[in-house]
């Protein structure tokens, strides 16, 4: 398609993309509705009762058992339920994540960005296609279409794919069980300041045999005021839809096959274009057995394939910045397509379990930009030109995981893994003057052992568990460290050539303690990383350029919690949260590391009512690398510390109905996070790097409902 477009000013274009959403919507919401009647008409012929709903509202989120948090991302939490998955992970003490604007922030857990944290849906994995991470795996999840969602912290498991220093992260949808022929149906529906606008259903019907599951939300908000009122950049919409298909012959085996499809657009305060699509397209095949003979307790098998096609663009929601870089109207198109799959088994003894098993994968990049000619002032879009594959990633795997019931009171949990890792670079230019690529039809690859080693004690006279363990993971360099950086070390052709795979060892301690009235847990760690994979960013006369390179780090920090139920309606929780890095090679701070939090949380309950409040706590960072960072961002600034008090209410109507209520940053403060971007000039923001404000006062109201 090729189009005349004024300078500043946006084509017909953007109101194309719009129709071909708002239809996809409308046959989203019509497909839907049939479904609703067919979800209440089962639940007629059922005789259960509905799943009852809780009648607070979630301030914080404690861990579960050494190193693992598990929670129902389907409860209604504070701040303003999430967007993303970013937006929910940086409740959990340990996380943060590097903000940008309204939406599509990149997860970090404890001062770690990218593939460190292995992101997984069903299992499965799904990888964004931009070369800065715009489309961060985590923007294409929707917490509450999922019904659990658990953390392992830490090199401490081996069971879901390479890579994983940092901890390892499970949206799952469980299967449907249904005793009779009958269906089920649950949502919500929030409202909130700024356009805020969420529906989520998530509805079911099936029998003994089998079930049919769909899952629907579509999301929205405006640009939003920072506290001394100030709008910025930093509107969204998106919809997702899926669907599982599954089949139980009896009751100790299961296949199911699932499908999925969403999309979107985000424009951000923080980068130079927007996300004006966010398309994926997802499909998954499972098989489970249970109780398969005395030993052999369990054996699945799954394949997935996930696909992202992402539109990136600085006129669609914006108009193009005349004394920027890119003054023309401009997009460019990646996408990646990713398969994978795994098959594992579950052995159990007298007193030692074993699960053994293999992965794969296969992932592929490709891009394409749109031109346009000076002369003329005529734009040609990118969806006019071919694809253009620039990068293809293997992963082979194998692992094994065991536990180990050495007495009534201890545990030895150890596991192990062997991954074949290779990238091939089809890059035949590069930059923008279009140079030869010295790396052009070159394969890099390696063979990566990864293992952990964690002993856990039971105190005889407290319900209190004691805890360490060691664990070591070697980690292939990602696409983003590969193939993002202009340039690679000062001994290499390139960051292809030249970056080396990241090798950490940690040191994981703690305590858990859950008694009857008090639940409390702390947890430390200390690690070393060999040839960690920085990035440092120049000035250059067409912008910033950026150069990835391997130095030594250290690590530490640690997060604590507690949850005291004082009185039999008042229950009180609070964590703690620290991370510090040192750059071991020039002894400077480790950049992009979070500061120390706090969150302090207040609930009461009685009958159908609750109330809470929550009283966030950020220090000041003042240990910083100006300059340095990550694929997404940099250290800039130090940054000040800030307190945010929210609070909320909620009401039971019925076991099936509940209402809720909230205010997050009552008294409307000014603040910015320090894990930020630096507002764009395209916006207004000046020369010299800003950070972006946090949303003001926002009030929110959602209802729950469960039929």
């Known amino acids: 398609m090729t189009l005349s477009i004024q300078q500043g000013r946006a084509d017909a274009r953007p109101h194309a993309l719009r129709f071909s959403l708002a239809d996809a919507r409308l046959r989203w919401r019509r497909g839907f509705a049939l479904f609703l009647g067919l979800a209440l008409a089962g639940q007629a012929l059922a005789q259960e009762q509905p799943e009852e709903i809780d009648a607070t509202v979630i301030t914080a989120v404690q861990q579960s058992s050494p190193l693992t948090v598990v929670t129902d991302p389907r409860q209604p939490r504070q701040p303003v339920p999430a967007s993303d998955a970013a937006d929910y992970l940086k409740t959990i003490p340990g996380f943060s994540a590097v903000r940008n604007g309204g939406s599509n922030s990149d997860p970090v857990l404890r001062g770690m960005l990218g593939s460190r944290l292995n992101l997984r849906t069903n299992g499965g994995l799904m990888i964004g296609a931009c070369p800065f991470r715009m489309d961060a795996p985590s923007s294409y999840i929707s917490p509450e279409t999922f019904d659990k969602l658990t953390v392992i912290k830490g090199p401490q498991t081996v069971l879901w794919g390479p890579g994983a220093s940092a901890g390892t992260v499970l949206f799952e949808r469980e299967p449907e069980s249904f005793s009779e022929l009958g269906g089920r149906l649950r949502g919500s529906v929030l409202a909130g300041s700024n356009g805020r606008f969420d529906k989520v259903l998530d509805g079911a019907v099936g029998g003994e045999q089998g079930y049919l599951r769909l899952v629907g939300n579509q999301a929205q908000a405006d640009d939003y005021e920072d506290g001394s009122g100030n709008t910025l950049p930093s509107r969204w919409s998106k919809w997702n839809g899926d669907l599982a298909l599954g089949w139980t012959p009896d009751a100790d085996t299961l296949v199911e096959l699932t499908a999925g499809r969403g999309n979107g657009e985000a424009r951000y305060a923080g980068r130079g274009m927007d996300g004006s699509q966010f398309l994926r397209e997802s499909l998954g095949l499972r098989f489970e057995r249970n109780n398969i003979s005395e030993v052999l307790d369990k054996l699945e098998a799954q394949v997935y394939y996930n696909y992202a096609d992402h539109v990136m663009d600085n006129f669609r929601l914006r108009n193009p910045d005349p004394t920027s870089m890119m003054p023309m109207p ?57 694809w253009d594959k620039d990068a293809v990633f293997h992963s082979y ?57 964690r002993y856990e004690h039971d105190l005889a006279e407290s319900p209190t568990t004691l805890y360490a363990g060691l664990g070591h993971v070697q980690r292939f360099p990602d696409y983003w460290e590969l193939f993002s950086p202009k340039r690679g070390p000062a001994s290499a052709a390139n960051a292809f050539d030249g970056v080396k795979p990241e090798k950490t060892t940690q040191l994981d301690l703690g305590v858990q303690y859950s008694g009857e009235n008090l639940e409390a847990w702390a947890s430390g760690y200390l690690g070393q990383v060999r040839d960690y994979i920085l990035f440092t960013y ?94 997404v961002g940099q250290d800039f600034d130090k940054s000040a510390g800030f307190g945010v008090v929210s609070a909320n209410a909620a009401y039971r109507l019925s076991k099936e109905l509940k209402v809720s209520a909230g205010v997050d940053n009552l008294f409307d403060k000014t603040y910015a996070e320090h894990l930020n971007l630096a507002g764009d000039a395209g916006f207004g923001f000046p020369a010299d790097p800003v950070a972006i404000n946090e949303p003001g006062r926002t009030l929110w109201t959602r209802l729950d409902f469960s039929f």
Do not use: C
């Open 538 to 631: 120049s000035p250059g006369m067409m912008g910033a350029t950026s150069r990835a390179e391997n130095i030594d780090a250290r690590i530490m920090g640690g997060e604590l919690g507690a949850a005291w139920r004082f009185a039999p309606n008042w229950r009180t929780d609070a964590t703690l949260a620290y991370a510090w890095g040192k750059n071991s090679s020039d002894g400077k701070a480790l950049p992009q590391m979070p500061p120390l939090e706090g969150r302090l949380g207040l609930t009461f309950e009685q009958g159908d009512w609750s109330a809470g409040a929550l009283w966030r706590l950020v220090a000041a960072q003042n240990r910083v690398a100006e300059g340095q960072g990550n694929v």
């Open 330 to 386: 401009m997009a460019s198109a990646v996408d990646r397509r990713t398969l994978g799959g795994r098959v594992a088994a579950t052995f159990k003894w007298t007193d030692v379990e074993l699960v053994a098993g293999v992965d794969a994968l296969r992932s592929e990049h490709r891009e394409r930009s749109s031109r346009y000619d000076m002369i003329s002032g005529t734009y040609t879009d990118a969806d006019q030109f071919a």
């Open 397 to 453: 795997g194998a692992f094994a995981e065991s536990t180990w019931y050495l007495a009534p009171r201890n545990r030895a949990i150890a596991g192990a893994r062997l991954d074949r890792s290779s990238a091939k670079d089809f890059r035949e230019t590069t930059g923008m003057m279009a140079m030869p690529n010295p790396t052009a039809g070159e394969t890099r690859a390696d063979t990566l052992p990864s293992g952990f080693l």
